[in-house]
């Protein structure tokens, strides 16, 4: 099984920072302007503070 992360609408030091600080060791695929987020009308699976 492979599993990714999608970080919308951050930039990649905030992204690097966050992965680091909870020791994250799977890919993070960065959608920095959202559009990915748009055309899947995803909504967020955990709150912003997760």
Do not use: K, P
């Not at 680091?20 to 055309?39: A, F, H, P, R």
């Amino acid at each position: 099984m492979v599993v990714w992360g999608i970080a919308s609408r951050e930039d990649e030091a905030t992204v690097s920072s966050f992965v680091e600080q909870l020791g994250l060791t799977y890919t993070i695929l960065l959608d920095v302007d959202g559009s990915v987020n748009e055309t899947y009308s995803q909504q967020a699976a955990f709150g912003s503070s997760a």
